[in-house]
Each structure stands twice: as C-alpha cells, then as structure tokens.
C-alpha cells in the first residue's frame, strides 16, 4: 500500500512515496519552472519508477505546496503548514517550533505537544528573509548558493548588511567589497541579517524548544548557526530538509485511508494538460 | 537688463548632475545642468560659469549664492549651505505657491515633506527601507523588459489592463514579470503594473504624513508621465510637476539665497 505526497514549492518540485509503515521508499527533487503540471507529471513519474510502482497502485496522492493546485492527479489539497507539521511530529516528536525557508516565502509554525498546529506566521511579500534574498547576492558575488554556508564558516567575524531590501542589499554588498571585507564576511553578515529577520517573525508565535528548520535555507549550514545564534540554542534539522512536506502530505495521505477514507475519483496521470 | 536688479544662484552639488539656476525675484533667469564628472569643483564652476553668461550678469553683481547636493561641500566659490531636502522644498514652493505636499521620486529612496504656506518643511518621510517606492524598482523591471527608462512613460500609457503583481516585493516582481512575458503579458501592461505598485507603496508614506493638496511630485519620477498619473490616481487628487524636475533643489537653492538678504 504506497501513498505519494507532491510538494510544489516556488522553487522545487519534490515527491516522498511512502509504504504501509510510513517509510519512505522513494523520493526525487525537481526544479519547479513555469509548467507545474509538466513538472509534477515528470517528477511523480520518476518517482513512482525509482520505488519500483505503478500509478495505478498508489493508494492516495495528497498535493501541497504553493502549486498544489496544478496537480491534475491529486485525491486531496492539503496546506503545507499542516504537512509539515505531520511530517515533523513523526521525525521529532518534540518539536514546538517549526521554521520553514522556503525559495520565495518563509513561515514558522507553532506546535502543541501533541504536533498539532497552534499558530503560524509567514512572509511571501519581501524577499528579504526568504531564500530569494541569498540567491539575488550569490549570484552578484558570484558564488553558488549551495557552497555560502560552509564560506560564512570560514569568517572570523561578519560584516554588518543594514539594508533590509535585497535590492538595496546587493548594492551594500558591492560597496563593502570595494571596501576591502572579504567574501566569507559577507555572507557571514548576510546570514545574520536573514536569520535576524527570520528570527524576529517567529518570535511571534514565542520561540520554544524544540525548533526545527526545514526547507531549502536548513541546508545552509551558515544560516543554521547564524539561527542558533539568534534563538539561543542549537536546533534540529531533517536528513533531507527539502522533502518535509511532500512527506507529511505522503503520511496524511497514509493516514486517510486508515480512517476509511479512499480517492473519491478516478484519476489518471496522463489527464495533464500543458501550457500552449 | 537694469542694473538696478538682484541675482541670486543656486547650485546643485548631485552625484550624476550639478544644476544650477539664476533666479530674479524668484523667477528663473537662466538654468544649466552638467553632468557632474570626477571633479566637482571643476564642473560646479562651469555650471555656474554657464549660467552667469547665459544670463550676461558678471559674478560680482550676483547678490548671493547658495549650495546644496551631496557634493556641498566642494563648492569651489563662497555659498552658504542648505540641504537638498529644504532647497527641494523651497524650490517647489516658488514654482507652485499652493503646494504643501511633495513628493520626490528619486532612484533610491522616496521623500515626501509636508509645507508651510512658506515652503518650509512642517514634516518629512523617507522611504529607505524597500526598493519598490522608488525609482530603483522601475530600474530592475526596464532591465528585465530590455526598454529605456525614459520610454517607460509614454509606452505604459497604451495599457489596457495593467498586470496586477501579486507582491509588492521588487525582486519577486522581477521574477514575476518574467512568468507574465511568458505567458504573453503586454509590456505595456507589465509597466502599468508596476507604476501601479510604486504609487500604492509612495501613497502609503502620503496618507502617514496626512496629505495636503495641492501636491507637487518631482524627482525622477515626475519625468515618467506613467507614474505621475498612477499617484495621481491613488492618491485622487491632481498632481503637479515642475517642467524641469531635476533644477527643483538648484531653484530652491537660489530662493533661499534671495530670501536670506531679506
């Protein structure tokens, strides 16, 4: 009995194939481009092959994300607030805060001690504090995003970023350059203005322990500490970060039809229609 | 000319342009804008230079000079100083004497100052902290869409249904505007939008300032006829614009010298 969980984020597509025990048998990583449909058509397709699978013998398919609306082969739309809280209640149990950095939007969710969602805040209107703001600065420093964490570790000390707006940001980045601050400097002071940001919006839900950090921005080993900085303690972070959510939306999916409850349609994967 | 009457200077000390402007019982005598070079008191002299010569007053009958801009202090001839935001203030007062709003879209930030009826600053706002408000936003997009600032204008007028950006975030429109190309969104359109976005967010530092009519917009953003009405529209009032909004500050420069004899 496999259940399959979509996540299309701003920025990456991402499916979790689970089985009967909740344990994940398959997963892939796709860039989300302007075609979700197309993305989630490929990316479904390369999972279901990797776990050995054929559609048909999916039990329930649960689409989350920004994008979970274009996911014509979906049984149900679920928030990604509450898949990641369902995934996270498996992984941690003892989690009471979840952060969230995602490419374009940012979020913190508040748990109970039973992993149910008490609150959640979330930006999606400013860059800044989103992955967004350290892509538009890796590229005007020309460093890959994926290699700025374990440069910021190489600094001794940071540079203060006062800007808030990444546009006017990536200005103070070049003057400080012409400054004489190093490159690792920099980033080391970018991740503290962006955990500083992304800090500050959870701090309204009021931080406690355990906090976890999944998406995209928990792979930035700079930016973690640079949030253990900010909270004050070390926090937790997923094998594989990226694929929170589709997991939750996997386990739901799971945990639907152990209550009983099946895909009340007929669905088919090829019922995708492209773009033009 | 009489001899018997007074001129007065101001001179614009900016980073890309030195403005200057002779002015006679606060009327433009003559005007001049260079662009500003490595040497600002090479060029600030020139302006002036240009300006006295245009007008054929010799610099030992000008009554008074006055300086302002970031390069102030360069100013290689005796002035007093003033700052860009009471000279830009005062310069919209003697062009437009009912103004007690104005507003000066610049490429980074946005500055809007309530007046007196005497063209001193009662109050003042400063929009530093997001590119969307200022003329920078309009920078990122007229990169994307490959267009020169200076036809933005015209071109966002021929809009039928200007796009609505679901962000207020110049980086996310950025990304946005190209999704919207690819789905076959109008240039046109696209710049409406973002006209539309700059208004909402430079109304929003309106309203806090309390608006007054009548409202004068300058800057480089008075240049783009686009924008000017986007803020006329949201703001719903009539806005006024000085014919040659980038001498506003080098006017009220000269204002200020007259009215410091007095």
């Given amino acids: ?276 | 000319m009489s001899d018997s009457q007074e001129y007065y200077a101001g001179v614009d000390i900016g980073s890309a342009f030195i403005k200057a402007v002779l002015v006679s019982h606060k009327q433009i005598v003559a005007s001049e804008i260079l662009a500003s070079g490595g040497n600002y008191k090479k060029t600030a002299r020139r302006v002036l230079d240009e300006v006295l010569s245009k007008a054929r007053v010799s610099l030992e009958k000008l009554s008074g000079i006055v300086v302002t801009g970031i390069g102030a202090e360069s100013a290689p001839f005796p002035a007093r100083q003033f700052s860009d935001i009471s000279c830009q203030a005062m310069g919209c007062h003697c062009l437009f004497p009912s103004a007690r709003t104005v507003i000066d879209i610049g490429g980074q930030f946005t500055k809007v100052a309530k007046l007196t009826p005497k063209g001193r600053i009662a109050n003042f706002l400063m929009s530093e902290k997001c590119a969307t408000g200022s003329g920078r936003f309009l920078q990122v997009i007229a990169r994307i869409l490959r267009i020169d600032m200076e036809d933005i204008g015209l071109l966002s007028l021929k809009s039928q249904t200007p796009v609505e950006f679901s962000t207020n975030c110049a980086v996310f429109a950025e990304s946005e505007t190209v999704s919207r190309i690819a789905e076959g969104a109008r240039m046109e359109d696209i710049l409406a939008g973002v006209h539309h976005a700059m208004a909402a967010k430079v109304a929003m530092l309106v309203k806090r300032l309390k608006m007054e009519p009548d409202v004068v917009l300058t800057g480089g953003g008075s240049e783009d006829i686009g924008l000017v009405l986007a803020v006329s529209e949201t703001l719903g009032v009539k806005v006024l614009v000085p014919e040659q909004p980038r001498l506003t500050a080098a006017m009220g420069a000269a204002c200020w010298a007259e009215e410091g004899k007095h």
């Fill in chain 1, 1 to 276: 009995m496999p259940f399959a969980g979509i996540d299309i984020g701003s920025t990456m597509t991402k499916v979790v194939i689970v089985d009967r025990n909740g344990i994940v048998v398959a997963s892939v990583i796709g860039p989300t481009g302007a075609e979700h449909r197309h993305l989630a058509l490929e990316v479904m397709d390369e999972t279901i092959k990797k776990a050995g699978l054929t559609f048909e013998q999916l039990d329930f398919i649960v689409s989350t994300g920004y994008g979970r609306m274009n996911v014509p082969f979906n049984d149900k739309q679920i928030t990604e607030i509450t898949c990641h809280s369902r995934s996270i209640r498996a992984l941690f149990p003892t989690v009471r805060i979840i952060i969230d950095i995602g490419g374009q939007d940012s979020k913190g969710i508040k748990l109970n001690s039973e992993g149910k969602v008490m609150n959640f805040i979330m930006n999606d209107k400013c860059a800044a504090g989103t992955g967004r703001f350290l892509e538009v600065i890796a590229e005007t420093l020309g460093i890959k995003l994926t290699e700025m964490g374990e440069l910021s570790l190489k600094a001794k000390e940071y540079v203060k970023i006062s800007n808030t707006c990444t546009v006017f940001a990536e200005h103070e980045v070049t003057t400080r350059l012409t400054d004489g601050a190093t490159i690792p400097e920099i980033v080391a002071g970018l991740h503290e203005a962006f955990a500083g940001r992304v800090v500050n919006m959870v701090r309204n839900l009021g931080i406690e322990k355990d906090v976890v950090v999944t998406g995209g921005g928990a792979k930035n080993i700079g930016l973690i500490k640079a949030i253990e900085d900010k909270v004050g303690f070390p926090v937790l972070v997923p094998p594989e970060p990226l694929l929170t959510g589709a997991l939750g939306a996997a386990l739901l999916g799971r945990d639907f039809v152990a209550r009983g409850i099946t895909p009340e349609r007929e669905r088919r994967l090829e019922g995708v229609t492209f773009f033009k």
